[in-house]
Each structure stands twice: as structure tokens, then as C-alpha cells.
């Protein structure tokens, strides 16, 4: 294992990078070029962050329909796109993956090939579960309208989810327990998402309540598996989300990036105390930082994208314990090479 990055050659590195960081118009000009022949005629769908293709002609040797998955390296807050990042798509594609090894065996997940230091992933296209699985251990600070502190703070109330939540909660302290708290996954234009309890779940019909609790084991079992891992490092995990669907054979798998900064918090563990005591928000590796950079709705500047790549790199090494490994091929380059190559061993 190599030395890890200097935060001099990190921030060197992310600015010599960031006319090359692959975003949603990059990706839709190599789709348009035809320089993408394995996919041709693959039905293709550009979400925030990650390209999708899916087909009848995508299928592995065995039968299996399969998704390919390009994370681009743009990051989007407070429900807008506000630029690429250097390396973003890799990192976290990178970070989850090791994730997903940690906590397979209890957390199946849809993937069936995901090469190193790579955006790309070709995994099973599932039937995905319309809810998000979140837990939480902490009432972290947070704007968004689904968060727990928007709903105890802003708006006083003391149910969420279903759970009962005593007075005296504080921004960033613990809960009285660990608490799962699903989100709906809206799928209409214009429609938002919700924090709402199992049963309210139920009664939609979303889920039923043998798979909700089938769901709520293997989920709190990997939120449990992935502090375990992050504690040994001095970090702790505040809260994480899982995504999750099911397989041509009935199978529940993940179906998303897992235990990721963008689908976790994770806080330094050292000095979490002394920074409540002082009022101060907790030392924080995830997307958080994003969020809290620049003015909401507004594009990033080049400077901010600067920090946050840096800060992303910062938090890979982090995590991982890793020096990080950039690919430095220019981006369609590499996302044909690795699709071609995952393409041509499953079918």
C-alpha cells in the first residue's frame, strides 16, 4: 500500500482535472457518437448522478438482464445539479464496492461485474422496492424536508417514522436508539419524497410488512456491520441509506451505492464531544460538505468545485485507508473500455 496523497499534490491533482470530470452532457455526447456499440440500442436513462442502460439485448450468458451503470462525476444538492467533481464517480463507486464485499453476507447485492478503480457497474437489473431504507442513530442537523431534524426542529413535532421521540433532542446528538426510518421513492415528475412509518407503507401498498421485516434485518445488520468496520478507524456513522430491490429470482438484493459519503454520514470520533460542547458541527466526511459550500440553487464555481474534489479525495483516503489511484484516461475512453470489457465476460 502506497504513501497516501499530500493534500498539496490532492489539490494539484483535482485542478489540473477539472475541465476532464465526466458530467451529464459528456455522457449523453458519447452515447450520441456511437462510440458505444455495445450498447447500441440499449434504452438509456441519465438520473442525477448515474447513466443507466437496460435492454432486451443486455442479457448475461445465463439470462439475467442486466443494467449498466456509469456514476458521472456530478453532484447535485438540495434537488439540483451543481456541477462535476474530479473523480467523484470513482470514488464512490470504488468506496461502495469495498462496502458491498464487507457486507455481502448479509446484504446481497445486484452486481455482477465492478472492476477496480472504475465508474462503471454492471449488475442485475433488479425490480426496484418504491421506499428508501434509512436509519438513523443521530438527529443530524439538515435542510432537507425528509430529515428528522426538519421535522423535530422546524416543524415541532415528536413522531417520526413511527417512533416516538422524547424533548431535549439536540442537532447532531444521539437518539434514544437506532431507528429506521424509510423515505418514499417518488416517481412522478414534480412529486416529493416522504419520511413515513412501515405502516403508512403498507397502507399505500408499497411493501408488506413479512418483506418490510425481512428488509429491516439484513439492512440494520449491514448499518451494524458498517460501523463495526469505521469504528476501528476513529469514525462513527450517524446515519446511512439503502436502496434495495429484487432479483429475477425473487431475491432481495441492495441496488445502489452502500455505506458511501453520499448515502452516509461518517464523523470523526475524537473530537465529536468537544465539538458538541462548543456548538460546532461534528468533523464530517461526506457529501454534507457539498451541501454546506456555496449558495443553494446556484452552479458551483471553479474554486468550490476545487475544494470539494479535494475534499472527496481527503475523505477516500479516509475511509479506506487507501492512497487513492486516479484514472487519468480521458473519460469516454475509459467508460467504453470498462463497459466493453464487463460486457464481452457476462454475455
Same mark, same amino acid.
Given at each position: ?9 490532492? !489539490? ?8 476532464? !470530470?465526466?458530467?451529464?452532457?459528456? %455522457? ?9 456499440? !455495445? ?31 456509469? !456514476? ?57 422496492? %418504491? ?25 415541532? &413535532? ?20 437506532? %431507528? ?94 468537544? &465539538? %458538541? ?44 485507508? &487507501? ?25
Amino acid at each position: 500500500m502506497g504513501a497516501l496523497l499530500a493534500q498539496a499534490d490532492i !489539490a494539484k491533482l483535482v485542478e489540473e482535472n477539472l475541465d476532464k !470530470a465526466l458530467d451529464s452532457a459528456g %455522457m449523453a455526447a458519447l452515447v450520441e457518437s456511437g462510440d458505444l456499440p !455495445a450498447l447500441q440500442g440499449a434504452d438509456y436513462y441519465q438520473g442525477k448522478v448515474r447513466a443507466n442502460f437496460t435492454g432486451s439485448d443486455l442479457m448475461s450468458k445465463d439470462g439475467i438482464p442486466l443494467r449498466v451503470i456509469v !456514476a458521472t462525476d456530478q453532484i447535485s444538492t438540495h434537488d439540483m445539479v451543481r456541477g462535476a467533481i474530479p473523480f467523484r464517480g470513482q470514488i464512490l463507486t470504488d468506496i461502495s464496492n469495498t462496502m458491498l464485499e464487507i457486507t455481502r453476507e448479509v446484504l446481497p447485492n445486484a452486481q455482477r461485474y465492478a472492476p477496480a478503480n472504475s465508474a462503471v457497474v454492471i449488475a442485475e437489473n433488479c425490480e426496484p422496492f %418504491m421506499f428508501e431504507m434509512v436509519w438513523r442513530m443521530h438527529m443530524c442537523k439538515s435542510s432537507t424536508e425528509t430529515s428528522l431534524y426538519y421535522h423535530y426542529v422546524e416543524l415541532g &413535532k415528536r413522531e417520526f417514522c413511527g417512533h416516538l421521540l422524547p424533548e431535549g433532542l439536540v442537532a447532531n446528538g444521539p437518539l434514544p436508539y437506532m %431507528m429506521d426510518t424509510p423515505s418514499t421513492k417518488e416517481s412522478d415528475e414534480g412529486a416529493h419524497d416522504e419520511s413515513v412509518s412501515p405502516g403508512e407503507l403498507y397502507r399505500r401498498g408499497v411493501v408488506d410488512p413479512t418483506t418490510y421485516g425481512q428488509i429491516l434485518y439484513m439492512t440494520g445488520t449491514a448499518y451494524a456491520l458498517g460501523r463495526r468496520h469505521f469504528n476501528t478507524k476513529g469514525i462513527f456513522i450517524p446515519d446511512t441509506k439503502f436502496e434495495l430491490g429484487r432479483t429475477q429470482d425473487g431475491t432481495i438484493v441492495t441496488i445502489d451505492e452502500v455505506l458511501t459519503p453520499d448515502s452516509s454520514r461518517f464523523w470523526v470520533a475524537e473530537d465529536y464531544e468537544a &465539538k %458538541m460542547a462548543a456548538g460546532e458541527s461534528p468533523t464530517s466526511y461526506s457529501k454534507q460538505f457539498g451541501r454546506d459550500i456555496g449558495t443553494p440553487g446556484q452552479p458551483y464555481t471553479d474554486d468550490e468545485r476545487l475544494q470539494i474534489g479535494c475534499r472527496y479525495i481527503e475523505t477516500y483516503q479516509k475511509l479506506t485507508g &487507501k492512497a487513492f489511484i486516479p484514472d487519468l484516461r480521458p473519460p469516454a475512453e475509459r467508460v467504453k473500455a470498462d463497459i466493453d470489457k464487463g460486457l464481452q465476460q457476462l454475455r
